[in-house]
């Protein structure tokens, strides 16, 4: 056309490029590994997810929960002390009265410990749905806003290690990790208080048995904390070495490299079962260290019962039978309370990697009220580029290179090129999947670059060469947005000539359609008219069908390039 100007304009020098020192121009990124103790701000972080409120009811009605129960375990030590056989006779109404009391006084102990108790738990579930909701919204929100370069520079495995594992942790194993940690601090507390109480002189040894109970634990949370950072990252590879093994299926097989991919999954998995075996082994150390002071803890608590008995220094067997029995939970206690505060340091970890993913950096603003389109836009279609460049990410060449170019309305044009030559580069620039290095792109008389992508991605459209149909029906396939009324979904549908496909189908538009349209019925064209119409399944069952013979062909064309 005479009237229109396409001109490729270049400014003679080299382009940009900033070399990639770090990566060493590596494309992915080895993951990274945190190491020393988790910050603070880490936990600051879940608790305000689960948010403080909740947080602190749990902690203080599971406090009152404890207080409550070791109130009813002296009031009957004190009821047994109490007790006179000789003085005992049914008739006596005085006694019946006194035991009536006791015991309504036990029940109503043992009620409010109860009624705390189920409070508790009931704030507990809360904060850890709390938690979860608004630690998974943040993650999901940011990686679907995430530029294509992200994408580019992270496996999937990666990713869904954090959506699936890592979301398992906090869904699941964090509130219960909490749950045992407070219980477990709060009956250490407890028990040492009763002991005591009940025999003060064995606050002579608390000093010693604590001061190897905090050594044991500062050498094992560290330990433990890293193996566990070391298990989820060597996790990430399994995930994405599996996903690209079935995807690549056909070719591993074409290039006869399936017992190369078998070894190298055994290698991952091996990697995974290093660290997870040095987890295990780790727990092993612990639990007989913590027997150990758990048993010194038993040991003395009994000798300085005995001897507060035979030295006259407690004149109460029932708060010494307390003190005996609270002693002898204590070894389990203490090996349970490290063991959670191991389990903590491990698990919030997952709160760690989640929230790396909650901070990278995000495509531009997805609404600019300030500068929104007007409506009906674009009417007309004529797109403008202007000494336009772009590269795919910071630190690589620029894959368009000052372009300006008219296209006018109705026009239409043919972009052709050798593979890298920067062909869709110009459909990923329409849609600023990558933003522009230079320049601008203004599509009837807006510029791309001043509106947002909602504005942008909504009011434009693209057919893929590689389509993607959704699970839902076929009306949300056609119109996700729920924005179209019936009659432009079936306008559509005539325009692209599937209008007699859909009417065919028993329920119309509501037809549920498979994970990639597994379930639509295929069409044959042959010299211009449908030759075969039927599931996919159908055809390939009719041995003479076009489809199948076409499938086969396709195998025997695969059969002979190997």
């Not at 901070?359 to 009417?379: M, V």
């Not at 460049?389 to 008219?406: F, Q």
């Not at 459209?461 to 699970?471: A, K, M, R």
Request: hydrophobic content about 45%; aromatic content about 10%.
């Amino acid at each position: 056309m005479a009237d229109r100007q396409v001109s490729m304009i270049s400014n003679g020098k080299s382009p940009d490029r900033i070399d990639q020192v770090d990566d060493k121009g590596k494309l992915i990124k080895k993951e990274d590994v945190a190491e020393g103790k988790v910050k603070m701000s880490v936990y600051i972080e879940y608790v305000r997810a689960a948010t403080y409120f909740l947080f602190v009811a749990y902690s203080g009605l599971f406090l009152c929960y404890m207080i409550f129960q070791v109130l009813r375990s002296f009031w009957l030590s004190a009821w047994s002390d109490d007790y006179d056989p000789k003085r005992y006779n049914s008739t006596n109404s005085t006694l019946r009265v006194a035991t009536g009391i006791r015991l309504g006084v036990y029940g109503l102990l043992g009620l409010t410990e109860s009624i705390c108790f189920l409070i508790s738990l009931i704030f507990l579930v809360f904060a850890g749905l709390n938690a979860s909701k608004n630690l998974h919204s943040p993650l999901l929100h940011n990686l679907l806003r995430s530029p294509m370069a992200f994408f580019d520079t992270t496996p999937l495995g990666r990713i869904l290690n954090r959506c699936a594992k890592d979301i398992e942790v906090i869904d699941m194993l964090l509130p219960m990790n909490f749950r045992y940690l407070v219980m477990c601090f709060l009956q250490v507390i407890m028990t040492l208080i009763v002991i005591i109480i009940s025999t003060p002189i064995f606050a002579v040894v608390i000093l010693p048995l604590g001061i190897l109970y905090i050594v044991i634990l500062k050498f094992y949370v560290p330990t433990s904390r890293q193996l566990k950072r070391l298990e989820s990252v060597r996790r990430s590879p399994i995930y994405s070495h599996f996903g690209e093994t079935i995807q690549g299926a056909a070719s591993i097989r074409a290039f006869n490299k399936v017992s190369e991919f078998r070894d190298q999954s055994g290698r991952i998995v091996d990697a995974f079962i290093k660290c997870k075996n040095s987890n295990v082994v780790s727990n092993r150390w612990l639990a007989v260290r913590l027997e150990f002071i758990g048993n010194c803890v038993i040991f003395f608590a009994a000798l300085f019962a005995t001897l507060s008995k035979e030295f006259g220094w407690s004149e109460s067997p029932g708060v010494v039978g307390v003190s005996i029995s609270y002693a002898l939970n204590i070894t389990e206690v203490l090996n349970f309370a490290v063991r959670q505060v191991s389990e903590i340091e491990a698990n919030i970890v997952a709160v760690e990697r989640i929230r790396e993913y909650t901070l990278t950096p995000n495509e531009a603003e997805w609404l600019l009220e300030d500068s929104r389109p007007p409506g009906g836009w674009p009417s007309k279609g004529e797109v403008h580029f202007s000494n336009y460049s772009t590269r795919y990410r910071e630190g690589l060449d620029l894959v368009l290179k000052g372009v300006t170019a008219d296209v006018s309305a109705g026009e239409k044009i043919g972009i052709v090129g050798r593979t890298g030559a920067g062909k869709s580069s110009f459909a990923l620039a329409l849609f600023r999947m990558i933003e522009p290095a230079g320049g601008t792109i203004v599509i009837d008389g807006v510029d791309v670059t001043q509106i947002g992508l909602h504005d942008l991605r909504g009011n434009i459209t693209i057919i893929p060469q590689d389509p993607v149909l959704f699970s839902g029906t076929l009306r949300f396939n056609l119109d996700p947005f729920n924005n179209c009324s019936d009659e432009q979904i079936w306008e559509a549908l005539e325009m692209a000539h599937l209008k007699l496909f859909a009417s065919t189908l028993p329920t119309g538009l509501d037809h549920v359609i498979s994970e990639g349209g597994e379930n639509i019925r295929i069409m044959v064209l042959d010299k211009g008219l449908i030759a075969e119409f039927d599931s996919p399944q159908e055809l390939l069952d009719d041995k003479n069908s076009m489809f199948a013979k076409m499938v086969a062909d396709a195998a025997n064309e695969s059969n002979q390039q190997q």
